[in-house]
């Protein structure tokens, strides 16, 4: 078990089938799984980029709680096309923004929302701060927090 300061649950619908998106779109490193009582997916934990997610089945009469997490990728592009490859959807495309990243979100077939920041550049706060007084980068974060309330709001 690899213990992180904060750990998310996520309750899903079919943990082991998020548990292999995770996998093979995220990079995640399985740690283990007990079985419920059911057979299904009592508790498992998985390690993306440093943190433990913690994933299980929904039981009986639950709603299954999806969630929304920031992570770090290496190669953006890539995870954007293996999440619409397993199923996923774009909501935000990516897109470069002023604090050096370029962004993206995605929502996986169980209904987590990721926010996905590729690091392409150390921008100091005062640089930061020069950036987004900037009115094409106002433009672009208007654009790109747009994207977020109508998913938001699709949710409602």
Do not use: K
Request: glycine letters at 8%; zero cysteines.
């Amino acid at each position: 078990m690899v213990v992180t300061a904060i750990s998310p649950w996520i309750v899903a619908s079919d943990a082991d089938g998020l548990l292999s998106f995770l996998t093979d779109v995220l990079g995640a490193q399985e740690v283990g799984r007990a079985p419920g009582p059911d057979g299904r997916v009592g508790h498992a934990e998985t390690v993306v980029g440093g943190t433990t997610l913690v994933v299980m089945d929904a039981h009986e009469g639950w709603t299954p709680q999806p969630t929304l997490l920031r992570v770090r990728v290496d190669d953006l592009e890539v995870v954007v096309a293996a999440t619409e490859a397993a199923g996923g959807r774009v909501v935000t495309p990516p897109t470069p923004l002023p604090q050096g990243v370029v962004g993206a979100r995605v929502l996986d077939p169980w209904g987590n929302l990721w926010w996905l920041e590729q690091q392409v550049d150390d921008v100091p706060v005062d640089e930061l701060l020069r950036r987004l007084s900037d009115a094409d980068a106002v433009t672009v974060v208007a654009a790109y927090e747009s994207s977020l309330d109508t998913e938001m709001r699709r949710r409602a």
